[in-house]
């Protein structure tokens, strides 16, 4: 069972009854044979999705399975379907997700082009619909037209489950509003994949997700993270990783574990396990390629410092000039 409760940014904090186990050694781990030296130039190569052997006998096989549980289950309800995809690896799909995909009117999809990689591969016909945050807010008058008719409209991000750190979210309110039925098609989600391999405290956590992108704005999420004696999870794009360093390395301290997991159930996947300081050295001349998740152990000291008034003066300048006004500040 999990309690969610929603903290002064986008980060939701979670708490559950999960057992956790701590390892912290700083050596790479990998889930695949091992891999290339980190020094070799070719240890990052391009990858792209996954596929089976035997593709046309197991989608065949699939299609069968689906069109027998349809018989069974009767049409779909009309409404709002968050179909959960898979983050890298094409067999994480469940039977439910795929039975959605195929009797959808429209699929809403962030990239049209991605997403077609994972309809061909099981030979699934429904149109595809842009919808990504540059068009979602004139794309929702339409789909709500549509959902209005009594249309079944499936909403697909890139990878994971839409409406987290995807678009979505509004839409989703939207049909709250309008008493459309908004149903959730369970999938893979990055951060709980992290989290649950990485040797961190699961007992209680935070996704903070991607960070603001102004400097001021990232150091007080950074900041308010730091103080959490809980595990902290963040996305970060691979050509910010040593951003992302260089600005949590004096916040957190160079002593904090932290797990770097990266190509997440692809053929690369990997797992990075240290210090923050080990980390700021080991990525000082590397930049990975792929989507990360990376997350920071909590802080075993409770008792917070008390910054100094010079601290205070320096914080307060960084905020204003960051853009913050006096009284939000």
């Known amino acids: ?39 070799s130039p070719s240890f990052y190569p391009k990858l792209s999705l996954l596929s089976f052997s035997s593709t046309s006998e197991i989608t065949s096989e699939f299609n069968d399975l689906i069109t027998e549980k349809s018989s069974k289950r009767g049409p779909l309800k009309p409404g709002l379907y968050l179909v959960g995809t898979p983050i890298g690896n094409l067999e994480d799909i469940t039977l439910r997700a795929l039975r959605v995909l ?30 990504h945050k540059f068009n979602e807010s004139q794309r929702e008058q339409t789909v709500l037209k549509s959902l209005k008719q009594g249309e079944i409209v499936a909403l697909i991000s890139d990878a994971g489950m839409p409406g987290i750190s995807d678009p979505g979210t509004e839409l989703v309110k939207i049909c709250v509003d309008e008493n459309i039925p908004v149903v959730p098609i369970p999938g893979p989600s990055a951060f709980l994949t992290a989290l649950s391999a990485s040797g961190l405290s699961t007992d ?42 260089e600005e949590s390395y004096p916040i957190f301290g160079d002593s904090r574990q932290c797990v770097i997991a990266r190509e997440l159930t692809k053929i690369h996947e990997e797992f990075w396990r240290g210090t923050l300081g080990k980390a700021k050295e080991a990525f000082s001349t590397l930049q990975p390629k792929g989507e990360i998740t990376l997350l920071i152990e909590g802080n075993a000291n409770c008792n917070v410092e008390t910054p100094s008034e010079c601290q205070l003066e320096n914080d307060l300048r960084e905020l204003i000039s960051g853009g913050h006004s006096l009284s939000s500040v």
């Not at 939701?12 to 390892?23: D, E, P, Q």
């Open 102 to 131: 195929k009797s959808a009117d429209v699929i809403l999809a962030e990239d049209t082009r991605h997403s077609g990689k994972l309809l061909h591969y099981y030979s699934i016909k429904t149109p595809l619909l842009s919808y």
């Open 1 to 39: 069972m999990m309690l969610l409760r929603r903290l002064p940014s986008t980060a939701v904090s979670v708490t559950t009854t999960a057992l956790s186990r701590r390892y912290t050694s700083p050596n790479f781990f990998s889930t695949q044979p091992r891999l290339q030296s980190l020094n």
């Open 204 to 245: 209680e956590f935070t996704f903070v997700g991607f960070l603001p992108k102004l400097a001021a704005s990232r150091k007080e999420r950074l900041m308010a993270s730091a103080s959490e004696t809980i595990t902290q999870i963040f996305y970060v794009p691979p050509h910010k990783l040593y951003q992302f360093l």
